[in-house]
């Protein structure tokens, strides 16, 4: 059975930074694609970022919004993954979530809000 366990969000002041942490039971991160979405307040899901194991290392994809701003991490030997967030925006008040894809199926954990304040 796959978990996964957000925490790190709250709330702080446009310009702040978080931290947001993902740890899983029942699948192995290093070896599968993983990410951070968001949901805003009336919007749809939306890939943030994500992690990808490649043969030389890993891949890294970003939405331009958050580009240079957010950075995506894993520590395998703790099977977590990080979202490190800096220069927050009030648009990117949301509920995060962390996602891991193994063979195809989305596993989800329960979701973290941030919210940023103006």
């Given at each position: 059975?796959?978990?996964?366990?957000?925490?790190?969000?709250?709330?702080?002041?446009?310009?702040?930074?978080?931290?947001?942490?993902?740890?899983?039971?029942?699948?192995?991160?290093?070896?599968?694609?993983?990410?951070?979405?968001?949901?805003?307040?009336?919007?749809?899901?939306?890939?943030?970022?994500?992690?990808?194991?490649i043969?030389?290392?890993?891949s890294?994809?970003?939405?331009?919004?958050?580009?240079?701003?957010?950075?995506?991490?894993?520590?395998?030997?703790?099977?977590?993954?990080?979202?490190?967030?800096?220069?927050?925006?009030?648009?990117?008040?949301?509920?995060?979530?962390c996602?891991?894809?193994?063979?195809?199926?989305?596993?989800?954990?329960?979701?973290?809000?941030?919210?940023?304040?103006?």
């Amino acid at each position: 059975q796959v978990q996964l366990l957000e925490s790190g969000g709250g709330l702080v002041q446009a310009g702040g930074s978080l931290k947001l942490s993902c740890a899983a039971s029942g699948m192995i991160f290093r070896l599968n694609t993983v990410g951070w979405y968001r949901q805003g307040p009336g919007k749809q899901r939306e890939l943030v970022a994500s992690l990808t194991s490649i043969t030389s290392g890993s891949s890294t994809k970003y939405a331009d919004s958050v580009k240079d701003r957010f950075t995506i991490s894993r520590d395998n030997g703790k099977n977590t993954m990080f979202l490190q967030m800096n220069s927050l925006k009030p648009e990117d008040t949301a509920i995060y979530y962390c996602n891991g894809r193994r063979n195809g199926q989305d596993y989800w954990g329960q979701g973290t809000q941030v919210t940023v304040s103006s």
